[in-house]
């Protein structure tokens, strides 16, 4: 089994480049992957605008040599999809494995640059017919291929798994099988590839919280990657460990808790009814007073200024009265 933490475009910078790097092999990934490509690598349009080379998502080529580098510092394989011949060009010293992306499963330039290195290949085949997968292995013959089952919809809400099962039953067991996962699953779907035969688990991941990246609304945080990875590996995680990683937005925010309604001052009480109530919170809040148990706050003092919409929690409570 290979896990793949699939960087994409979530990354603002070289070193959150480097850190994807460094966490991906701290959660239990083998190998890590960027994406090398320029507009017109996908296009052929009027636009003019696009950001920079080396703002997200348009990976500095010159970056490749350090990234590779510090790949190999953490002891972990450096993978990176190119979109064109001379992107493939360009990674092929960097990479011991290629991956060519569904959309590019249809470019025989690429398929035949790519068959050239004569290295391990991904290929992955989302929204491709039967005969179009074959012809693309036809292309990839002098390559050890890994045929990826995916669903390219980002992220994936249905994932039938009776297409990997048609894959392996029409290209056979001389070739091995992967998930390219673009769903935000961390257990279940991954597991299903596993237990299906698959060898390689690609997932997109946010390692570095990176915002308003094309790649972040179907993407795992470094939490559920390292959880992912435990599972696939064959360890199982406690209940708590699990579940520490559900319902966070409505543990830390949603769940009516004790809302202050009326500004409370320092050393001022708490009084439920009038300056504080019952109600859903707008903010993110640790260790909230227990709503069943109203005696920890009414008519405690706050040990702070309290403004309206604030929680009320326990360490806002001066504790000598409680």
């Not at 299903?192 to 990246?213: Q, R």
Request: hydrophobic share 35%; charged share 25%; with cysteine.
């Amino acid at each position: 089994m290979r896990i793949c933490a699939e960087v994409g475009s979530n990354w603002s910078s070289f070193e959150d480049c480097i850190k994807s790097i460094e966490r991906a092999k701290e959660c239990g990934a083998h190998a890590v992957k960027f994406q090398l490509f320029r507009p017109w690598d996908l296009h052929r349009c009027s636009e003019t605008h696009h950001c920079p080379v080396g703002e997200t998502p348009y990976l500095d080529d010159r970056w490749l040599p350090e990234l590779h580098r510090q790949a190999i510092v953490n002891e972990i394989d450096f993978m990176c999809t190119a979109f064109s011949p001379g992107g493939y060009q360009l990674i092929n010293q960097y990479v011991d494995t290629h991956k060519i992306a569904s959309a590019e499963l249809t470019d025989i330039n690429i398929l035949n640059q790519v068959s050239q290195f004569r290295k391990p290949v991904y290929l992955s085949t989302a929204g491709s017919s039967m005969t179009e997968v074959r012809y693309a292995l036809m292309s990839l013959r002098p390559c050890s291929t890994t045929i990826m089952f995916c669903v390219a919809d980002y992220p994936s809400r249905i994932v039938d798994f009776r297409h990997l099962q048609l894959l392996k039953e029409t290209f056979g067991p001389n070739y091995s099988y992967g998930f390219s996962d673009h769903s935000t699953d961390v257990i279940n779907l991954p597991m299903k590839a596993k237990e299906m035969g698959c060898s390689v688990i690609e997932k997109h991941v946010n390692l570095v919280n990176a915002k308003d990246t094309p790649d972040a609304p179907h993407s795992i945080n470094a939490d559920e990657f390292k959880l992912m990875c435990r599972y696939l590996m064959g360890e199982t995680p406690s209940y708590e460990d699990v579940a520490n990683q559900c319902n966070q937005q409505m543990i830390k925010m949603h769940k009516r808790r004790f809302i202050v309604t009326k500004e409370i001052p320092q050393g001022g009480e708490i009084k439920i009814g009038q300056n504080v109530d019952i109600l859903r919170s707008k903010k993110v809040s640790d260790n909230p007073v227990m709503t069943f148990k109203h005696w920890d706050a009414n008519g405690k003092a706050v040990n702070k200024l309290k403004i309206v919409g604030d929680t009320i929690s326990y360490q806002d409570i001066d504790q000598e009265v409680l």
